[in-house]
């Protein structure tokens, strides 16, 4: 899986690839190989879904971030607020490196997708730590599961390698998907696929 992540993000071009202040993000992963179909298909994934957003749903994005080394924490955020009409959001994490404390395992604080403010409501420093946090770390092929109304944030990456993962979430089948993956179907793509992904992925 790294070495399929790593010739992925190399031929990644255009809008596709997104540099931000600390992560590297590349889009559509759906796209990008039939080594990736068995992600958004993994049936504990599925069942995570059918639990936490509880009617139909669709995948919404798929993406490689690469957080590069010697960069500082992410603010503690959440991904959707419980009051917006996208809620309740899944989101999901496949580390392709170890997660670790030195390379910016990703935080979280138990509990907080039942809360009903964010982290931007209460905190005034939103990368200082948390009293309640805990790290998440696991070796890589490890899958995070995650309900995106929990606060959470990549740690510093104090290492000197990068820590890439492949991160998607999904959604209600009826709310906004980030990525049409209708509209970017390759004709490769969708000859492999079957009807369950063509279902999970609204096409
Ligand atoms: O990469 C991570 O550990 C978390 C990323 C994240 O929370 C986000 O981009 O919203």
């Avoid at 599961?145 to 993962?165: D, I, K, L, M």
Wanted: proline residues 7%; contains cysteine; aromatic residues 8%.
């Amino acid at each position: 899986m790294a070495d399929s992540y790593n010739a992925a993000v190399a031929l990644a071009t255009g809008d596709d690839i997104s540099i931000g202040s600390t992560t590297t993000r590349v889009n559509d992963f759906v796209n990008r190989g039939a080594e990736f179909d068995d992600l958004y298909l993994f049936p504990s994934l599925l069942e995570a879904c059918c639990l936490v957003i509880g009617r139909p749903f669709k995948l919404s994005s798929l993406h490689a971030r690469t957080l590069r080394p010697h960069q500082p924490a992410q603010e503690l955020h959440v991904d959707v607020r419980r009051d917006s009409p996208d809620w309740p959001l899944l989101g999901f994490i496949l580390m392709i490196d170890d997660f670790r404390p030195d390379n910016g395992a990703t935080r979280f604080v138990p509990g907080s997708h039942r809360w009903p403010g964010t982290p931007k409501d209460t905190m005034s420093d939103l990368r200082a730590e948390h009293a309640a946090e805990v790290l998440a770390c696991g070796t890589a092929g490890s899958l995070l599961v995650f309900n995106g109304s929990a606060w959470h944030g990549h740690t510093a990456n104090t290492s000197s390698g990068p820590r890439r993962s492949l991160q998607g979430f999904f959604v209600p089948r009826d709310g906004r998907a980030a990525t049409d993956f209708a509209a970017r179907m390759q004709p490769e793509t969708r000859a492999r696929l079957g009807p369950h992904a063509g279902y999970v992925l609204n096409l």
